[in-house]
């Protein structure tokens, strides 16, 4: 048995876009007492943390990714003393509040920004990343930003370059200025004095800057993604050992890092024992459609064995070092869906078999809002009706690399972030209950059914499975084999169930999910004298999955 587990190992996390959950003023945009409000809703799935994504002051260029104050709130999304309530409220009913930490780069609004291109010598000079142009003029090094175009902005003021991960209003700080580093640190701790149960740290795999030199170019545009040139560059675990020991030691909360590129092999440094976060996000079973470029318009499909690859050897590096954060959806992604399942899956059948591998894995499973109720992508027509940053990036390289314009609204309708940011779907009258105002985004058209008050009495409904399944997973007679009990993958050669079995002692859950939409036979021997526990169909025949049929099954040896 391993040691006492912690609240953060034990519970699960609701991912809020507040952009998107409730509006209470009619705005047409969620808010802060909007979240506050609905509390209750997020009780009856067991959540007992919710993460926000940024609510900080920002000019809303990438949605709140860029930040302009780190220590005050957006008053599209209410005030401090909202927010306050919010954490007092969650405090009150179990719910803790994590805060997302957005310390890559800052909004080129920010006042340490604005300082810093002032001049050459003013006192933030190098805060930022500034560099000189090439003798030709043209940008320091090559390197292609994350939302398109080249990752240097000229800046007039001071006759310099300076560099951006992400948009160019979105300049990256520089840390290797110790100072930079101090005030980052301390816009942490102004969280932790307010209370919040931990944190989503964002994009943190970029902090380190490697030389500043040029890549091979990997399109016509005769650059290289940055992504690939700055990502975990050594020396990173330095300055995030000194952000620990200054920010998150010696408080009960939790900390998830963003880190995409990063390996399941590279676990053991990043998280547990010798590491620095309590969980890391990396993607290795979300970037499948990607694995050499990162334009959409080149998604390749992939079979189902490297889904269960990556799942298996992510779930063997935290087996006994660190600890898993299971998730399939954010706002970054399509809904999970459209991801995993063949284009002709039932969306319900499909939603319940991603919820059932959600809460089965080893680890803390974290819903994004609207997964539990079954979204689906959207498809706009035209791109001006996106206003996720990056589609519009991905829409313009496309075409710049010779996509017609069908060809390029493919991947935006794939793999928009849009998709995941339509409002909250609350109930079938106007607007989903989202607003009284217009909203921001439209709503996904299918919401007079797929929506809170209708999902809440039907007993087939997605979100009553994630009810039960997330019951399942805190009280039931199983659910300490949920919460510890070690992971094996069964059934590994099988090309269209993904099998893993958790063990505790002489008792087993057994966890099997179908991804197609045809029937698919296993030996029946494998759950030979176990009970079935739960499943997305109301009953099943062991030896024979059903199209897209998960089921649970449980037995003492
Ligand atoms: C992360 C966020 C994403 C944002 C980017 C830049 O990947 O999840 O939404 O655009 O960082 O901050």
Not at 32 to 41: E, F
Not at 164 to 176: C, I, R, S, V
Not at 412 to 437: C, E, K, L, V, Y
Not at 500 to 529: E, M, S
């Amino acid at each position: 048995m391993q040691a006492k587990q912690k609240w953060w190992q034990k519970t699960v996390v609701y991912q809020v876009y507040p952009k998107s959950f409730k509006d209470t003023t009619g705005s047409g945009q969620g808010d802060i007492p909007g979240i506050t409000r609905r509390l209750d809703y997020l009780k009856t799935l067991g959540v007992g943390a919710v993460w926000l994504t940024p609510v900080y002051p920002s000019p809303m260029v990438d949605n709140g990714y860029d930040i302009a104050d780190y220590t005050a709130i957006d008053p599209s999304y209410g005030t401090m003393a909202d927010m306050e309530e919010l954490i007092a409220e969650g405090k009150r009913c179990g719910i803790r509040i994590v805060m997302d930490l957005v310390f890559n780069h800052s909004s080129d609004q920010h006042p340490w920004f604005l300082e810093s291109k002032s001049s050459r010598d003013n006192a933030k000079a190098d805060w930022y990343i500034w560099r000189d142009a090439k003798p030709d003029g043209s940008a320091p090094t090559n390197w292609r930003g994350i939302f398109g175009g080249s990752a240097w902005t000229w800046c007039e003021e001071r006759q310099q370059y300076y560099l951006h991960t992400f948009a160019k209003e979105q300049p990256d700080l520089n840390w290797e200025n110790p100072a930079v580093r101090q005030a980052l640190y301390d816009a942490a701790n102004f969280w932790l004095d307010k209370g919040v149960g931990g944190f989503r740290i964002d994009a943190i795999v970029y902090i380190k800057k490697p030389a500043f030199v040029d890549g091979e170019p990997d399109g016509e545009d005769g650059m290289v993604g940055i992504h690939e040139m700055t990502h975990d560059t050594p020396g990173i675990l330095d300055f995030l050992h000194e952000f620990k020991a200054n920010v998150f030691d010696g408080h009960d909360i939790f900390t998830v890092g963003e880190a995409n590129g990063v390996a399941a092999s590279e676990l053991k440094d990043w998280v547990g024992e010798n590491g620095v976060f309590s969980m890391l996000f990396e993607f290795s079973h979300m970037n499948l459609n990607f694995p050499t470029s990162e334009r959409w318009y080149e998604a390749e499909d992939w079979p189902l064995s490297k889904l269960k690859g990556a799942l298996t050897a992510s779930q063997r590096a935290t087996a006994t070092n660190g600890w898993y954060p299971i998730f399939f959806e954010n706002h970054d992604q399509p809904r999970c869906v459209n991801k995993f399942f063949p284009a002709d899956a039932d969306p319900l059948l499909a939603a319940k078999a991603m919820a059932t591998v959600l809460f089965t894995l080893r680890g803390t499973p974290f819903i994004y809002e609207g997964q539990e109720l079954g979204y689906t992508n959207v498809a706009w027509e035209s791109i001006d009706d996106y206003d996720d940053i990056s589609s519009h990036g991905q829409y313009a390289l496309a075409l710049e690399e010779g996509c017609t314009h069908e060809q390029a609204m493919a991947g935006i309708h794939r793999f928009s972030r849009d998709n995941a940011r339509t409002p909250m779907q609350w109930s079938d009258s106007r607007n989903a209950g989202f607003t009284t105002g217009t909203p921001w985004l439209p709503v996904h058209d299918d919401y007079r059914s797929c929506c809170v008050e209708h999902e809440a009495c039907d007993e087939n409904s997605v979100l009553s499975y994630y009810r039960r399944l997330s019951r399942l997973r805190r009280e039931s007679a199983v659910s300490d084999i949920l919460l510890a009990g070690d992971y094996g993958e069964i059934l590994p050669q099988h090309e269209a169930i993904y099998g893993f079995v958790r063990n505790l002692g002489n008792r087993k859950l057994y966890v099997l999910v179908n991804f197609t939409t045809h029937n698919a036979p296993y030996d029946a021997a494998i759950v030979a004298g176990a009970s079935r526990l739960e499943g997305n169909y109301s009953d099943s025949t062991p030896g024979t999955l059903r199209p897209l049929e998960a089921v649970i099954y449980t037995r003492e040896d």
